[in-house]
């Protein structure tokens, strides 16, 4: 990795010591951010030259996916003859628009995110060592080591897709200018939410090593963010937008373009998703302070 | 000691989820979905969910509530990809210590997919019980014994056929660096087809008539109809003649494939 010395947080003045002593700012820790990700990128684009098969099977792997997703919902939303049917009160228009926002958020997630399924095994292996460096974060340095040019190319079928599905709700349902604001703000969302959902079940592997709970938390945490939450019984629902908020991922994104939500709730949402991201660095923090480089 | 325990107890969670957990969501989704879905028609119809017989598809409610708690039990019995390590060994050069053993290589694979049968069996046996002690009423109790072991031969043949594909597809690590993404994508082609996410028969007509002549409907949907009595001996016999079919084609697959693959093979590594 070849990251400039004015690349790193503080422009590389000191490293080591307290955030204020080696100049740590919010701008230099984007540029290290940015420079660190860059790497990633070229590094991720170098691999899978060498695996250009590799490379069409998996953006066929996940096109089967978001196939099998489309013509679930279609047979089922004709079942009823078209629109008598809805789910939980989203039209088929509507839930055209909550799949594009769910293939956004898988794309963002195999893009960037797909180191997560090794973090057990890695825990159990002590193969953090080499990410545990100050003042960069080590989640940051381990989770999005693997950058996905498959990922990317599946993305940008995801935004294809939701391009086609607002042009259901385009201009009857939704103002054209509305857009303009409300797409980079749900774009906002489900990246922050994918990343700090995605931290959250993986902490629980410093406690129950290689236990798969990880695995199963974010298999459980994808399938229900992948239907609008309101399918799901009160209880269920509140947990997914309060206590672990999935409906970031999807749910308030498609709501917010839609101009489902009332202002108020749109408004404080986001205040939720910080506080819960806070949480979850916190615990992770701790959970790394358990490493000891040999746990299996 | 401490460290041994909570090895220990960490590696049992691990078994729990993996094994009684792992397949139960999916499902549990789609019977939420399904609730939101028949209580929408209910609502158009003016009826509630459950009392009346609201029927998309040729389904009612709850019948979809007895084919979702079906899918959680067969789905156990359903042979998985992550059973076969086959690509690992191609990769790593480990198969020319098999090839000298006075038995063929793929019987070892056929040993692991009977102990993958018996195990699962037992896990789906287990299940069943813990939800029909938890849902007596809304459980699915099969008709007859006639029905659970004809549903039983067709899940088991369905899943030797996916045995077959999966070591079809590890043996083409012989060509390929990576084949875990076409695993994955067989089973999202396998569990669409077989009504993994919506029954085969509640789909349009056109998508019943293909997808019926595959064996992934005769592994999931057909069982669980035979077990809720919705189907009857002769659409077991049918079956049963199809996936055999299948079964044969797919093994003399598998071995050309293994064939052609072993005559490429150079053995680096053991």
Redesign the interface.
């Known amino acids: 990795m070849s990251a400039s010395r004015s690349d790193q947080p503080g422009g590389g003045r000191e490293v080591g010591g307290s955030r204020a002593r080696s100049g740590w700012t919010l701008g230099s820790t984007l540029r290290w951010g940015l420079a660190v990700e860059r790497q990633y990128v070229r590094i991720g684009f170098v691999r899978k030259s ?2 250009r ?2 490379f069409v ?2 953006v ?2 996940d096109l ?2 978001y196939a ?1 997703f489309i ?2 919902f279609e ?2 939303y ?3 003859g078209e629109g ?5 009160g989203w039209s088929h228009e509507e839930m055209r628009v909550y799949m594009g926002m769910v293939f956004v958020a898988d794309g963002l997630f195999m893009t960037f995110l797909g180191q997560q399924w090794h973090f057990g095994q890695d825990l159990k292996n002590g193969n953090l060592d080499s990410i545990r460096v100050r003042p960069g974060s080590a989640a940051f340095l381990y989770f999005f080591q693997r950058f996905s040019p498959e990922g990317l190319t599946n993305l940008l079928f995801g935004c294809g897709w939701l391009v086609f599905a607002l042009s259901g709700v385009v201009p009857e349902q939704v103002e054209p200018l509305t857009l303009l604001w409300a797409l980079p703000c749900a774009a906002a969302v489900i990246a922050w939410s994918q990343v700090f959902l995605m931290l959250s079940y993986n902490v629980v592997e410093f406690w ?6 990880g ?2 938390v974010s ?2 945490v994808t ?2 963010g ?2 609008p939450l ?4 009160g209880a ?1 629902g509140r947990v997914l937008k309060f206590v672990l908020p999935v409906a970031g991922m999807a749910w308030y994104p498609a709501s917010l373009v839609l101009g489902r939500l009332d202002a108020g709730f749109a408004l404080a949402y986001p205040l939720l998703l910080v506080a819960f991201a806070v949480l979850v660095t916190r615990v992770f923090k701790r959970g790394l302070r358990r490493y000891e480089s040999a746990m299996g | 000691m401490a460290y041994e325990f909570r090895k220990r107890i960490q590696f049992r969670a691990g078994f729990f989820v993996r094994e009684v957990l792992n397949g139960t969501v999916e499902p549990l989704v789609m019977l939420f979905v399904y609730t939101a879905l028949y209580g929408s028609a209910a609502a158009a119809a003016g009826e509630g969910v459950g009392t009346e017989p609201v029927s998309l598809g040729g389904w009612t409610y709850p019948e979809i509530i007895q084919y979702v708690a079906g899918l959680v039990v067969v789905r156990k019995l359903i042979f998985h990809s992550r059973a076969l390590d086959l690509a690992t060994e191609i990769f790593e050069g480990r198969v020319t210590k098999y090839l000298v053993m006075p038995f063929r290589f793929f019987v070892l694979h056929q040993g692991r997919f009977l102990q993958f049968t018996l195990l699962q069996l037992a896990v789906a046996a287990l299940v069943w019980c813990i939800g029909y002690a938890a849902a007596p009423a809304y459980w699915l109790v099969p008709v007859s014994v006639a029905a659970t072991l004809q549903a039983g031969v067709l899940v088991l043949m369905g899943s030797y056929c996916c045995f077959l594909i999966f070591f079809i597809l590890n043996a083409l690590a012989f060509w390929l660096d990576v084949v875990w993404s076409l695993l994955v994508m067989a089973w999202f082609v396998i569990g669409f087809s077989g009504g993994a996410l919506v029954p085969v028969s509640q789909m349009p007509a056109a998508f019943y008539g293909v997808l019926s002549l595959g064996f992934p409907y005769w592994m999931i949907t057909a069982p669980i109809e035979l077990l809720m009595g919705r189907l009857g001996t002769g659409d077991f016999l049918l079956g049963a003649g199809l996936v055999a079919g299948q079964l044969v084609a797919l093994d003399l697959l598998r071995r050309w494939v293994w064939r052609r693959g072993l005559a490429r093979y150079v053995g680096a590594g053991m």
Do not use: K, W
């Not at chain 1, 008598?84 to 939980?88: C, E, I, K, V, Y």
């Not at chain 1, 309101?230 to 019984?233: A, L, R, S």
């Open positions: 060498q695996f098969v590799e099977n998996q066929l792997m089967c996916f099998a013509l679930t047979i089922l004709g079942l009823g008598a049917l809805t789910l939980g129950l090593l290689n236990s798969d709970v695995h199963l298999m459980l399938s229900f992948e239907r309101e399918v799901y019984p269920v």
